[in-house]
Each structure stands twice: as C-alpha cells, then as structure tokens.
C-alpha cells in the first residue's frame, strides 16, 4: 500500500473489476467523510475514510493504475477542469487537492451541470462550478492563475480549447492534463496516429509533452496526456 498525498494505491490481486484482472485499485482520502459522490465505496484504512476510485468510470483513474504518477496534483493546488459532466473525476480531484486547493469545474450542458453542483459543488466547499462553455477562457482568470489545466470536453476541437485556456489561465510551468478521445478528432484515422498528431500539436504551442498514456481496457480509443507550458 502506497500513500502519496490524498491518493492511495493498493496493490491487488485476482479480478479487479469490468474486464479483467487489476493489478493496482486507486482511492482518494474522503474530503467530505460519510458522503459518497456516484455511488463508490466508503472504505476505512487506519482510521481514515477513503473513497475507491472507478478506472471504468474515471480516465484519471485509469491512467493513474497504468502508471500516471499518483502526485500529478497536488495537495493545494488550483485546478480549472473542463467538461466536469456530473462530477465523477472532478470529486476525486477534490479530494487530492483537499481543503486548501481549488477546482474550478466548467460544465456548459444545463442537465449535467445541475447534478455536478448538487451532488459535488454544494457539499465541496473546494469546487466553483461555472456553467459557461470551455471556449470562453476569459471568464475563468477570476481565481488567479491554476496549477493544472484538465481538459476532458470531448470535440474535436479538444486540443485547441485545451491550449487557448492554458494561455489564458495556467501558471508558466503549469500543467496540462488532456483526455484525448480520438473518435472526436477523426473516426477513420488510427488512434495513435490522432494521438501523436495532438501531442505535435502541443509540441509546437509551448508544451512539453511528458506522458502519453492510452486508455485501454478501461477505455477504447482514448489517451491522457500529460504536458508542461514551457515558462517564458
Ligand atoms: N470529465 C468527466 C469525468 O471524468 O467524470 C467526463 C466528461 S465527458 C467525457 C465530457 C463532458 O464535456 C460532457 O459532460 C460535455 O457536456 C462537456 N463538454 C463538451 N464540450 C464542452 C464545452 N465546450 N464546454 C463545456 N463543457 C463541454
């Protein structure tokens, strides 16, 4: 059992869930103690309240158990995270950053934005939820500079979106996470090949792309990617 931060990684054996056999379960530190977010369960190690982490339902959590380093954010940090949906990630996000970060958290569909702020912005005093589309990242500066970007909107003009808010709203030297989802970008070509294209892309705005991770068993045709904005 690893502890780094608010996230815990237990090693595991037999079958690990959906698909296959799980080597390694994720679980966050619970910020908010007895309140589950979708469902996942409560679990009690050493006195402390953890919530495990679905790899089938969060990308960040799949990329982590196929070897994202636990601390990519870190206690403290401020997060601006586009497309929260429901707020599945967003809520382990909060967790990790615990209670002297921030998670700015951009949903711009009105259903699923009504559930992120009953079920995870109300009860997290931690989450800001804006209900804005993610292309107007002028109106996300009103907290300072963030230490991450994460990005998971899903269009095809992902990685664009994903470079303007950096410009707009991540320290130098900040981070950015990408969900690419390749099938928004070109459902013919080879994933890979939509993968290399995006971190070129990111190459050429100013990131160092650090880690490109693919998604599968957990899910097919996507990858995270991780970069750093070149400081000035
Ligand atoms: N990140 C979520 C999680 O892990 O729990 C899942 C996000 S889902 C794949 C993509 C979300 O992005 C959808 O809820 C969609 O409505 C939202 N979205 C797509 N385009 C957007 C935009 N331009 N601005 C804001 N949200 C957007």
Not at 15 to 26: E, L, N, S, T, Y
Not at 147 to 153: A, F, H, N, T
Not at 177 to 199: G, H
């Amino acid at each position: 059992m690893e502890m780094t931060g608010n996230v815990l990684v237990k090693e595991t054996r037999g079958p690990g869930g959906r698909g296959g056999r799980a080597a390694r379960q994720v679980l966050t530190r619970n910020l908010v103690p007895g309140t589950a977010t979708y469902g996942e369960d409560l679990v009690k190690i050493d006195g402390t309240e953890y919530r495990s982490w679905d790899p089938f339902r969060s990308k960040l959590a799949a990329a982590m158990i196929k070897g994202l380093p636990e601390d990519i954010i870190r206690r403290g940090d401020k997060v601006l995270y586009l497309g929260t949906s429901t707020g599945t990630t967003t809520s382990h996000v909060s967790d990790i950053v615990g209670e002297k970060g921030l998670v700015i958290g951009v949903e711009f569909s009105s259903r699923v934005a009504r559930q992120f702020v009953e079920n995870v912005a109300r009860i997290r005093k931690n989450v800001i939820p804006y209900i804005a589309d993610a292309r107007e990242s002028s109106r996300f500066g009103s907290f300072g500079r963030v230490d991450v970007v994460y990005c998971d909107v899903a269009q095809q003009d992902q990685t664009e979106i994903a470079i303007d808010n950096c410009r707009r709203n991540l320290k130098p030297d900040g981070r950015l996470i990408l969900i690419v989802k390749s099938r928004s970008i070109d459902v013919i070509k080879d994933p890979k090949e939509v993968f290399r294209q995006e971190s070129s892309k990111l190459e050429r705005n100013g990131f160092s792309v650090e880690k490109v991770i693919e998604l599968s068993p957990f899910d097919r045709d996507h990858a995270l990617i991780s970069a750093v904005l070149r400081g000035a």
